[in-house]
């Protein structure tokens, strides 16, 4: 019986150098799971929509609750997806692309639309033009093939306009320092960085993982308190980003310059 099941085994699926693939049609509970983490996937489309919805309501403390879910449905998909071989069972269906579809509305912009629905970007013209330096700068990432490396870092600054608009609001800062820090981000997409990917960069990966669950926890706790928040959690929450940007900028020189326009190879999801 277990030479028989064994046999079975290797009809429908091959293990070499390449990865995972069937020589079989794979089973279709394999179908439903990888199904069911596209959905996954697809459900933050559906937050984008609920977070644009809630700041043009005017509610701030509800847009960014609902950017904490899209946050933690994208920290999880990339690694559903390979527990289920998504790639390999549903090889017709390109996770990868609908990531980076999703990732631009809940990463891009929403929280941009967010921050101007909030009156915490100047009016008129100039307004007009720090809103468009993310939109296109990020733009011009997402479709960059390196945009992650093979060895699994993002290469410049990964688009988290989530985070940016989150400070923004829970210290309520002014027009013309977000407006700094937009044009300050939207110029390190182009600078050869390699940012932490915080759910698979090797180096410190228990340490980052670790250190990521607690800042989510902080984000929640701030939440919660909106819209007075305590002081110390909120600048607390601030050292999880000295660790990112510290470790991630630590790593790049030891790695060496990276010229922005020779393509590395990609890697997805």
């Not at 990865?19 to 959905?39: I, Q, Y």
């Not at 110390?232 to 922005?260: C, E, N, Q, W």
């Amino acid at each position: 019986m277990a030479d028989e099941i064994q046999k079975q085994q290797l009809v429908s699926l091959d293990v070499n150098t390449s990865g995972l693939e069937f020589r079989a049609p794979p089973p279709r509970w394999m179908k439903a799971c990888a199904l069911a983490v596209h959905f996954y996937t697809a459900s933050g489309a559906l937050l984008a929509f609920l977070i644009v919805l809630a700041a043009v309501q005017g509610n701030a403390v509800q847009a960014l609750w609902l950017a904490l879910a899209a946050l933690i449905i994208d920290g999880t998909d990339g690694w559903l997806a390979r527990r289920f071989h998504v790639k390999e069972t549903l090889p017709w269906f390109d996770g990868g692309r609908l990531d980076d579809i999703v990732d631009y509305l809940t990463y891009v912009f929403a929280p941009i639309l967010l921050l101007w629905n909030t009156g915490h970007l100047p009016i008129g013209p100039v307004g007009i033009i720090l809103v468009a330096l993310p939109l296109l700068a990020s733009g011009y990432q997402f479709c960059r093939v390196d945009a992650k490396t093979e060895d699994h870092f993002f290469l410049g600054f990964p688009s988290y306009w989530n985070v940016v608009a989150f400070y923004t609001i829970i210290f309520n800062l002014a027009p013309v320092i977000v407006g700094a820090i937009l044009l300050t981000c939207s110029i390190l997409v182009f600078v050869p960085i390699r940012y932490l990917y915080p759910s698979r960069t090797v180096t410190f990966r228990p340490l980052t993982l670790a250190l990521t669950g607690i800042w989510l926890l902080s984000y929640a706790l701030i939440l919660q308190q909106m819209p007075a928040p305590q002081p110390p959690l909120a600048v607390f929450s601030l050292f999880y980003l000295l660790y990112y940007v510290g470790l991630s900028l630590y790593l790049t020189f030891r790695k060496g310059k990276i010229d922005p326009f020779q393509p590395t190879t990609r890697i997805f999801r």
